[in-house]
């Protein structure tokens, strides 16, 4: 980890839940375009992003997790990370999802709450980017981007009437396929 204060909350994190998470299943390696289909249908379905309900299959051995505040190798470890942190609540709406070469990119909001110990802290709703790095078949390495700054992240789950604060990301609007 290489925030100090993302490092202090990590040991008051709440337990792992029960993941229904197919660890030993052996590797599905596929063409980027066919991965990136995979991908986004269980993340949709999953969330995986928020509950840790990961597909390892579709993950290398030697997965690395990256974003502005923790850095996590192995793909049990990041599952295992996100489930302990995020409240059930918690939601990762997909917004946009694209295939670039070898990079998968997505979108999404992420809303909902902190598991601290017994607690939940409100996380105020923003935007995250995703990269996905694909080698192999296999996704080997993930970093995400936030719309706002850590600090404010932070700063808003406990002082969110502070006025030079972003505002909270917009709620995800969804139309209605017509028939």
Known sequence: MSNPGVEALSRVLGSPRNLDVAWTAPKEPLPASELAVVLEEGLREREWFVTGRILPQYFADNFVFKDPDVSVQGVRAYSEGVSRLFADESRAEILNCSLRGDTFGVTWRLSGGARLGPFVVRIKPYIVYTDFLIEDGLV????????????????????????????????????????
Do not use: G, Y
Not at 159 to 174: E, I, S, Y
């Open 140 to 179: 080997s390495f993930q970093e995400d981007r936030f719309s706002i700054p850590s600090w404010d992240i932070l700063l808003s789950a406990v002082a969110p009437w502070l006025p030079f604060l972003a505002p909270p990301a917009p709620p995800v609007v969804v139309e209605e396929e017509e028939e």
